[in-house]
């Protein structure tokens, strides 16, 4: 007798799962509305899905006391300043670029934002829909995180506020620079208003502090706390806008179409256009490092071990070592296409006709010139851009009146992805992708295995990826279940499944490229939001990256100059 009986309740996995559907739907329905209010009527389900979610990298969201780590993640990826606009206004491109307005680029996302005036920001969307749910999911924290911070400070319904408050005001709207005494005043009455120790506040105190800003944490409290008392007694409510013209671009590719143009109009130019062509979706600095880091270093760099070289490639501080490296690049057959399209990816082509391997790791491939192999290494893509961006790469080329198919023998795609078993810096070899939210999974044949990382000194696991909508929407009874239940997912990232299906799309029914196209997919683990302090809002990698990053792009080079 099978005693199998599912319990009538509700999981809380099953609850989390409906919420971010529901935050999905009322996303796409605001952006289509053309505006709304996030702490008004229009904005309260996006509120209420994220409460009852409450996201790992939002931490104690759900808590009186206020998220520091949560906060600051999220101020990494917003413009500086957007603590203090009322109005926030989401558009495409549209010229800002040319006008006196000074592009703000957020320190952990490529994006302009351009502050209007005192009381709007605009924040260019160039890379689809996923950049418009990860910055309204970033704001409904930010917005949700300010009223905690109203509720805390305001006696009555007048806007008696407490004494605390006050003498936050006084600290930022101080003129003269403060002292370390004043600035500890300042942190116990901010702890005080925020629910967090005393001590809690200095540790986070300088992860704030901007060069032009070094106070920069009382600023972000004083303005959401500021504002949110504001909604809260004259009803005078935040919004947010979507331009007419971004409504009407979205989905269309406008900015992939213009990207793939420019990409093919080079490879045309350098007469590449026919030659067989590997594609690389990875960083800016693992396959030109690992071609030309050893030939180019001399003396002491030279003797160092080459993965203590990729360490020191690694630390913007050496930016002469750096530079260096990517001079010999340029000498020796790369050509470099930064990005002007507005996808915010830029683009490496490597000649393997030009590459002298004898001064490379990769000595015994001399024979690899034969191939004539062209190595495309494209720049991280976000979300659902992932798609745009192959989908239109992929497409023929029209020369002098003649379609000319590309010849891409394969695609490979190096990434960062949260693991759920392991730690950070570990590899993640999928055999599938699964599309949360939907009955979408896409099984491919990867011609990487986890023998090929055993000896890189590293844990390897194998098994299915998630593609979710957004790594700010995961929670850990959405991701136990994933990892026990058979789907066996090892890992979630954000791109995967829209780059195998522009693969699919491109290989198996619009014959744009060969049929039996390689895939390669690898991903090395950033964090593993199963673990308490192991989220990304916990910070990033460090240098303990470095090693799986390079061991992943020696192998996928190894394969493409071996075919």
């Known amino acids: 007798m099978i005693t199998n009986k599912k319990k009538q309740g509700r999981t809380r996995a099953q609850e989390s799962s409906s919420a971010i559907e529901r935050m999905y739907i009322t996303m796409r329905h605001l952006f289509n509305r053309g505006f709304y209010k996030p702490m008004g009527v229009s904005g309260e389900t996006l509120r209420e899905a994220l409460l009852l979610l409450r996201p790992e990298i939002y931490g104690s969201i759900g808590e009186e006391k206020a998220e520091l780590e949560g906060l600051l993640y999220v101020v990494d990826r917003l413009p500086q300043g957007i603590e203090e606009c009322t109005f926030i206004n989401l558009t495409s491109d549209e010229g800002y670029a040319n006008s006196h307005f000074k592009a703000i680029i957020p320190p952990k996302r490529r994006r302009n934002c351009y502050r209007i005036d005192d009381e709007q920001m605009n924040i260019e969307i160039t890379r689809g829909r996923s950049e418009i749910y990860d910055i309204l999911t970033h704001l409904t924290f930010l917005f949700v995180e300010s009223h905690k911070i109203s509720k805390r400070v305001l006696i009555d319904e007048e806007g008696t506020t407490v004494r605390d408050w006050q003498k936050l005001e006084n600290a930022v709207t101080a003129t003269k620079k403060l002292t370390q005494k004043e600035r500890e005043i300042a942190i116990t009455h901010t702890a005080n208003i925020l629910g967090r120790t005393f001590n809690e506040l200095t540790e986070a105190y300088p992860k704030f502090a901007t060069e032009s800003q070094p106070e920069r944490l009382l600023h972000i409290v004083y303005w959401l706390g500021k504002l949110a008392i504001e909604e809260t007694i004259n009803n005078n409510k935040r919004t947010i806008t979507f331009s007419p013209v971004l409504r009407e671009r979205l989905g269309h590719h406008i900015h992939g179409e213009i990207w793939a143009d420019t990409i093919k109009a080079a490879l045309h130019k350098n007469d590449l256009l026919e030659r067989p062509i590997h594609i690389i979706s990875a960083n800016m600095?693992?396959?030109?490092?690992?071609?030309?880091?050893?030939?180019?270093?001399?003396?002491?760099?030279?003797?160092?071990?080459?993965?203590?070289?990729?360490?020191?490639?690694?630390?913007?501080?050496?930016?002469?070592?750096?530079?260096?490296?990517?001079?010999?690049?340029?000498?020796?057959?790369?050509?470099?296409?930064?990005?002007?399209?507005?996808?915010?990816?830029?683009?490496?082509?490597?000649?393997?006709?030009?590459?002298?391997?004898?001064?490379?790791?990769?000595?015994?491939?001399?024979?690899?010139?034969?191939?004539?192999?062209?190595?495309?290494?494209?720049?991280?893509?976000?979300?659902?851009?992932?798609?745009?961006?192959?989908?239109?790469?992929?497409?023929?080329?029209?020369?002098?009146?003649?379609?000319?198919?590309?010849?891409?023998?394969?695609?490979?795609?190096?990434?960062?992805?949260?693991?759920?078993?392991?730690?950070?810096?570990?590899?993640?070899?999928?055999?599938?992708?699964?599309?949360?939210?939907?009955?979408?999974?896409?099984?491919?044949?990867?011609?990487?295995?986890?023998?090929?990382?055993?000896?890189?000194?590293?844990?390897?696991?194998?098994?299915?990826?998630?593609?979710?909508?957004?790594?700010?929407?995961?929670?850990?009874?959405?991701?136990?279940?994933?990892?026990?239940?058979?789907?066996?997912?090892?890992?979630?990232?954000?791109?995967?499944?829209?780059?195998?299906?522009?693969?699919?799309?491109?290989?198996?029914?619009?014959?744009?490229?060969?049929?039996?196209?390689?895939?390669?997919?690898?991903?090395?683990?950033?964090?593993?939001?199963?673990?308490?302090?192991?989220?990304?809002?916990?910070?990033?990698?460090?240098?303990?990256?470095?090693?799986?990053?390079?061991?992943?792009?020696?192998?996928?080079?190894?394969?493409?100059?071996?075919?």
């Open 285 to 563: 600095h693992s396959v030109m490092n690992s071609l030309f880091a050893k030939g180019t270093l001399k003396g002491a760099d030279a003797k160092k071990d080459i993965f203590q070289t990729y360490e020191a490639l690694s630390d913007s501080k050496n930016s002469l070592l750096r530079n260096k490296v990517e001079k010999s690049a340029l000498q020796n057959g790369m050509i470099y296409i930064k990005d002007s399209s507005g996808t915010n990816i830029d683009i490496q082509i490597f000649d393997s006709d030009k590459i002298d391997f004898s001064k490379t790791e990769f000595k015994y491939l001399e024979e690899a010139k034969a191939n004539k192999a062209v190595i495309f290494v494209m720049d991280y893509a976000f979300g659902e851009q992932a798609y745009e961006t192959l989908d239109e790469l992929l497409k023929p080329i029209n020369v002098n009146g003649k379609s000319v198919h590309l010849d891409v023998k394969s695609i490979s795609i190096m990434g960062k992805a949260g693991i759920l078993e392991g730690g950070k810096g570990d590899v993640m070899i999928p055999n599938a992708h699964i599309f949360e939210g939907t009955a979408d999974n896409y099984p491919f044949k990867n011609e990487l295995s986890k023998n090929d990382l055993l000896d890189c000194g590293v844990s390897v696991f194998e098994g299915t990826m998630v593609t979710v909508l957004g790594t700010s929407l995961q929670n850990k009874e959405i991701l136990k279940f994933f990892k026990k239940s058979t789907w066996n997912v090892i890992g979630l990232e954000m791109e995967g499944a829209h780059y195998q299906k522009a693969i699919q799309a491109a290989s198996r029914v619009r014959g744009s490229i060969n049929e039996d196209v390689k895939v390669r997919y690898a991903y090395y683990a950033s964090d593993n939001p199963l673990e308490t302090g192991g989220t990304l809002a916990s910070g990033g990698l460090g240098t303990s990256g470095v090693k799986p990053t390079y061991v992943i792009t020696k192998k996928i080079l190894e394969q493409i100059f071996n075919s």
